[in-house]
C-alpha cells in the first residue's frame, strides 16, 4: 500500500481504533494528527529529524534518579504549565498551582513545627510561616506539608554532594492550621543547562533563571492536592522565569530583620528573614 499524506496520517489514526481504552483511541488520534501537521507546517527535514531523535535519546541518558530532564524539558516548553492549569481549576479563592519541578525527592526528613529544614545549607536564615486553611477561612489540622528549595548558592542538596538532605523536609499542620519552619533565604538560579534543555535554550537565546521560590506540597483528606511555589518580591527574574511558572498572587514579601529576637522566640546573632503566607486548598468534588 502506498500511502502519504493525509492518508498515511488516517491510516496511523485508525490503527488505534481498536484500543479497548477509549482515552488511549483519544489521546493518541490527536497526537498523530498535531504531530503529521507539525511536520508538514515546517516542512521537517531528514536531518532535522534525525536531530530530534538525538536530542531525545540524550534527554534520557541525562536522566537520574535525582535530575528530570524530560521534566525539564516539559518546563521549558510551558506544557508543565498548561497542564498544571488544565489539571487545577479551582476556585478563586484557592491558592494557585505552579510546577512540580524536577528536585522534589520522596521520603524528605520529618521536622515538628518551627524545625530547620536548612540542615546546614548556606544562606541568610529565614523563618517560613503561615496558615493552611480552606476556601472559607477555616483551619486545616494535620495537612501535609512537605517543602524544599535551593541555596544561597543556587543549588539543590541532590546538585551537590552533601550526604544529607538540605533545604527540604516536611511536617503537619497543628490544630489552628499553623505551620512554620527554618530555612535560608531563596535566591535567583539557573535551571541546569549542562544538558539537552540547556542546549536549546541556548541555541534559542533565551534565559536560564529562575526568580527566588520555595517549592510546597500540600496534602489533606477531603481536599485537592496542592503543588506551588513562594516567590519572593523584587526579584529580577519574575517577569522571565525559563519555565513560566510565576503568577502574581504567589509574590510574598521576604522581610529582612537584624539579629535579635526572632518571631518564634529564638535568638539569631546574624541579620534573619521572615515570610508569612496562608497556603488555600480547594476541597475535592
Same mark, same amino acid.
Given at each position: 500500500? /502506498?500511502?502519504?499524506?493525509?492518508?498515511?496520517?488516517?491510516?496511523?489514526?485508525?490503527?488505534?481504533?481498536?484500543?479497548?481504552?477509549?482515552?488511549?483511541?483519544?489521546?493518541? *488520534?490527536?497526537?498523530?494528527?498535531?504531530?503529521?501537521? #507539525?511536520?508538514?507546517?515546517?516542512?521537517?527535514?531528514?536531518?532535522?529529524?534525525?536531530?530530534?531523535?538525538? #536530542? %531525545?535519546?540524550?534527554?534520557?541518558?541525562?536522566?537520574?534518579?535525582?535530575?528530570?530532564?524530560?521534566? %525539564?524539558?516539559?518546563?521549558?516548553?510551558?506544557?508543565?504549565?498548561?497542564?498544571?492549569?488544565?489539571?487545577?481549576?479551582?476556585? &478563586?479563592?484557592?491558592?494557585? *498551582?505552579?510546577? #512540580?519541578?524536577?528536585?522534589? !525527592?520522596?521520603?524528605?526528613?520529618?521536622?515538628?513545627?518551627?524545625? /530547620?529544614?536548612?540542615?546546614?545549607?548556606?544562606?541568610?536564615?529565614?523563618?517560613?510561616?503561615?496558615?493552611?486553611?480552606?476556601?472559607?477561612?477555616? &483551619?486545616?489540622? *494535620?495537612?501535609? !506539608?512537605?517543602?524544599?528549595?535551593?541555596?544561597?548558592?543556587?543549588?539543590?542538596?541532590?546538585?551537590?554532594?552533601?550526604?544529607?538532605?538540605?533545604?527540604?523536609?516536611? %511536617?503537619?499542620?497543628?490544630?489552628?492550621?499553623?505551620?512554620?519552619?527554618?530555612? !535560608?533565604?531563596? @535566591?535567583?538560579? &539557573?535551571?541546569? /543547562?549542562?544538558?539537552?534543555?540547556?542546549?536549546?535554550? =541556548?541555541?534559542?537565546?533565551?534565559?536560564?533563571?529562575?526568580?527566588? =521560590?520555595?517549592?510546597?506540597?500540600?496534602?489533606?483528606?477531603? #481536599?485537592?492536592?496542592?503543588?506551588? =511555589?513562594?516567590?519572593?518580591?523584587?526579584?529580577?527574574?519574575?517577569?522571565?522565569?525559563?519555565?513560566?511558572?510565576?503568577?502574581?498572587?504567589?509574590?510574598? /514579601?521576604?522581610?529582612? =530583620?537584624?539579629?535579635?529576637?526572632?518571631?518564634?522566640?529564638?535568638?539569631?546573632?546574624?541579620?534573619?528573614?521572615?515570610?508569612?503566607?496562608?497556603? @488555600?486548598?480547594?476541597?475535592? &468534588?
Amino acid at each position: 500500500m /502506498d500511502l502519504q499524506g493525509d492518508d498515511l496520517t488516517e491510516a496511523v489514526v485508525a490503527s488505534f481504533d481498536g484500543s479497548q481504552n477509549a482515552r488511549t483511541k483519544t489521546v493518541m *488520534s490527536a497526537l498523530v494528527r498535531h504531530l503529521h501537521a #507539525f511536520a508538514r507546517e515546517v516542512d521537517l527535514t531528514e536531518e532535522e529529524y534525525f536531530t530530534a531523535i538525538g #536530542f %531525545l535519546t540524550r534527554t534520557g541518558q541525562i536522566s537520574t534518579g535525582n535530575r528530570q530532564e524530560f521534566v %525539564l524539558l516539559a518546563d521549558v516548553l510551558g506544557l508543565s504549565m498548561l497542564t498544571v492549569g488544565l489539571a487545577n481549576r479551582k476556585p &478563586p479563592e484557592a491558592t494557585a *498551582s505552579t510546577v #512540580f519541578g524536577p528536585f522534589f !525527592v520522596e521520603g524528605s526528613p520529618a521536622i515538628e513545627l518551627g524545625g /530547620d529544614i536548612a540542615n546546614g545549607a548556606p544562606g541568610q536564615p529565614c523563618l517560613v510561616s503561615g496558615k493552611v486553611l480552606d476556601t472559607d477561612g477555616n &483551619p486545616i489540622p *494535620s495537612a501535609l !506539608v512537605e517543602t524544599w528549595q535551593a541555596d544561597e548558592e543556587g543549588f539543590y542538596d541532590v546538585q551537590k554532594d552533601v550526604g544529607q538532605p538540605q533545604n527540604r523536609g516536611h %511536617l503537619t499542620t497543628d490544630a489552628e492550621g499553623n505551620y512554620s519552619f527554618w530555612s !535560608v533565604r531563596p @535566591v535567583a538560579y &539557573p535551571i541546569p /543547562d549542562d544538558g539537552p534543555v540547556g542546549e536549546l535554550l =541556548h541555541a534559542a537565546d533565551r534565559g536560564v533563571m529562575r526568580p527566588a =521560590h520555595i517549592h510546597f506540597m500540600v496534602t489533606a483528606p477531603g #481536599f485537592a492536592r496542592l503543588i506551588t =511555589h513562594i516567590f519572593a518580591a523584587g526579584d529580577n527574574y519574575l517577569h522571565n522565569d525559563a519555565v513560566f511558572g510565576v503568577k502574581d498572587s504567589l509574590i510574598a /514579601d521576604f522581610t529582612e =530583620h537584624p539579629a535579635g529576637t526572632a518571631p518564634d522566640g529564638r535568638e539569631l546573632d546574624q541579620p534573619f528573614f521572615t515570610v508569612q503566607y496562608d497556603l @488555600v486548598l480547594a476541597g475535592t &468534588p
